[in-house]
């Protein structure tokens, strides 16, 4: 159970205080039938119905972003680029999510966003080893002495060890990496401490979470796990 005026704050369409002077003008429909008050008790599965639109009351949401360069993960816009949540255009729910493993601007890929804390967690703590997997393409040739060290883990700028990793040969310059774990700019910072340079990035899926049917810039629906 969960209070009418607190959800209609959380979706973000007003603070909770202005849901009564709104109701006073506007009607607003639990499963159809107009609310009796604006500190009225609603439960996961209604809908409410809000300035013409129908949304259901969810315990829980988590998407899936085809993120392409040119957006940042965090959830307000900043100067030269847009939030992630510019592109989630029809969801409802879009003030309530956050993002579980950020992406650079540069980089591509799959971002996933939840209202779901523990599931969040249960991302990015690197305790829980979910695997993460990037396509990676770099400025120079990656030796296979490289390729060992990063698999057993680098020491980072600043003096952090990478946790174990995997790596494929795609060629010469290309690789597909799976990490654990997820450290502020930890692909670029890895091919640094091999002495190379990351130039394009694309992280291809979370755990069992994938790019499939997911066009660059689309977004859907998943459930939480
Ligand atoms: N590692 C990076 O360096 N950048 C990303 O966006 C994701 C992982």
Redesign the pocket.
């Known amino acids: 159970m969960i209070r009418l005026d607190k959800y209609i704050s959380n979706l973000g369409f007003l603070v909770r205080s202005k849901v009564k002077p709104y109701m006073k003008k506007y009607e607003v429909l639990i499963n159809g039938e107009p609310a009796q008050a604006a500190n009225q008790k609603i439960q996961y599965g209604d809908v409410i119905t809000f300035g013409g639109e129908e949304i259901e009351v969810r315990e829980t949401v988590t998407v899936l972003i085809h993120k392409p360069a040119g957006y940042v993960s965090s959830d307000v816009s900043e100067a030269d680029y847009p939030s992630y949540r510019e592109l989630l255009d029809g969801c409802p729910y879009v003030h309530m999510l956050h993002v579980a493993g950020?992406?650079?601007q540069d980089?591509e890929g799959l971002l996933l966003a939840s209202t779901d804390g523990w599931l969040i967690h249960r991302i990015i703590s690197p305790k829980k080893k979910l695997p993460k997997v990037?396509f990676v393409s770099l400025s120079k040739s990656l030796s296979d002495t490289a390729i060992a060290e990063l698999e057993k883990g680098v020491a980072l700028d600043g003096g952090d060890v990478t946790l174990p990793a995997k790596i494929a040969r795609i060629d010469e310059k290309t690789i597909r990496l799976t990490l654990y774990e997820?450290k502020f700019?930890?692909?670029?910072?890895m091919m640094e401490a091999v002495d190379n340079q990351?130039v394009y990035?694309k992280?291809e899926s979370i755990g069992d979470w994938t790019l499939d049917g997911l066009e660059k810039g689309a977004w859907r629906y998943v459930e939480s796990f």
């Open positions: 950020r992406l650079d980089t990037y997820g700019h930890q692909v670029k910072r990351v990035l992280r």
